[in-house]
């Protein structure tokens, strides 16, 4: 599979961890693209709805070509930390700006990597779950995995070998 991972965090931290981690075992057998959501140029969706009209943003800025890969992609995996409660805003941006060209995102495969400074039960990941399935549904998306991890310091992850042999082995059955 092609798959493209959006890394929602700026930090070298947690995420950056799960994402290589996840990558080393996905490797092998499909091809992986990173995108570093926060050092793309896009801005936010102003809800103008003349993609309605275009063929996609009519934003000048990176809006379409990072679209343009999720729709070539046959798997996206989203990877965002926990911020108040919910994903990161770069994370946000880049699926907001989705909405000109949903219908073309239909029927991707999904992942969910979900670091965040509180154990697992904790309502922010049930919150961020739910956002998942509500767009898994609108969009016929088969989310394959949601996984969230209790990580705070910015090498936690990185330092758990058993966490990291995990997601890892999650990569590995893709
Ligand atoms: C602005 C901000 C808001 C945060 N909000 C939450 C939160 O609501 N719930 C939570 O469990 N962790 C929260 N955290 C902790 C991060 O999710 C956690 O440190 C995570 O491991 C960061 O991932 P990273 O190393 O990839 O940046 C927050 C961190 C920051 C910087």
Redesign the pocket.
Known sequence: MKIIIVNG??????????IEAFSEGAKSKNEIEIIQADKLNIGFCKGCGACEFHKGCVDKDDTNSTIDKLVEADMIVF?T??????M?AQTKLVIDKCYCRGAQIKGKKIGVL?????PVD?T??ELIKNQFECMASYLDWNILFYKP??????D??RNNAELVKKITDLGSRL
Do not use: C, D
């Open positions: 965090s700026a930090r070298k931290g947690n995420t950056l961890a799960a990877a930390p926990v911020y108040w409660w919910g990161t979900v670091p965040g400074g509180s904790a922010q990941y991890f209790y990580a705070n310091g910015k936690e992850i």
